[in-house]
């Protein structure tokens, strides 16, 4: 089998192009056997003799078409390479520029998320007063307050005073209350009969300011 092999692959490449190639060796040799062993005189042999030299050139013509039809293959097969290398690294290259890709995708609709929240936040703060106008509404507000302290504070103090007033005008009450009493046991005491006529004449009535105002007045 591995005979049959050899032979088959020494005749393809004896075939070149398949165009007859392995023939016209064979039509060469034969010839070239026939031309040895004939017994003609040299003026005969030499058309045989012109023919195998045309047969020969043709055979090295077709040995160099395929020598360089050998190198030309070659050399495409090593650009064949370098372009499969070439594709291969732009295709590396795509994967990578696609996984760049995807990641600059995250962080640009992160950036639109955040520019689209940034709008909101700016349209809300635009309908807001500024910085200025509240400080001076701030400000405005601290001297309202320090003002309502300030009048908290007097009314507290004219508070305190009024109830001190109260305090010593409650205490003037209770001790005049204490001697209108001690005079009217005094009075009764002495003449019980004359009740009436003490309650009519002695009633005495306290002004406002703690004056004992008579009621005959």
Not at 188 to 202: F, S
Request: proline share 1%.
């Amino acid at each position: 089998m591995a005979n049959d092999e050899s032979v088959i692959k020494r005749r393809l490449l004896i075939d070149g192009d398949g165009t007859g190639d392995d023939r016209r060796l064979n039509a060469l040799l034969k010839s070239f056997i026939k031309w040895s062993n004939t017994k003609d005189t040299p003026e005969n042999t030499q058309a045989a003799y012109d023919t195998m030299l045309g047969q020969l050139a043709q055979c090295e013509f077709t040995v160099r078409k395929s020598a360089f039809s050998r190198k030309m293959m070659q050399d495409e097969m090593t650009n064949y390479k370098d372009i499969s290398k070439s594709i291969d690294g732009g295709i590396e290259q795509a994967k990578i520029q696609i996984a760049q890709s995807k990641e600059n995708l995250v962080i640009a609709k992160k950036i639109r998320k955040n520019r689209m929240e940034y709008d909101v936040l700016a349209k809300i703060i635009s309908q807001q007063p500024d910085r200025k106008e509240t400080m001076a509404k701030l400000e405005s507000l601290k001297r309202d307050l320090d003002h309502l302290k300030n009048a908290r504070t007097k009314l507290d103090h004219k508070l305190e005073y009024r109830r001190n007033d109260f305090g010593v005008l409650m205490r003037s009450i209770q001790e005049l209350q204490k001697k209108l009493d001690g005079e009217d046991v005094s009075a009764i005491e002495e003449d019980p009969t004359d009740n009436d006529k003490n309650n009519d004449d002695d009633i005495e009535v306290m002004s406002v300011d703690g004056e004992i105002l008579d009621d005959s007045k």
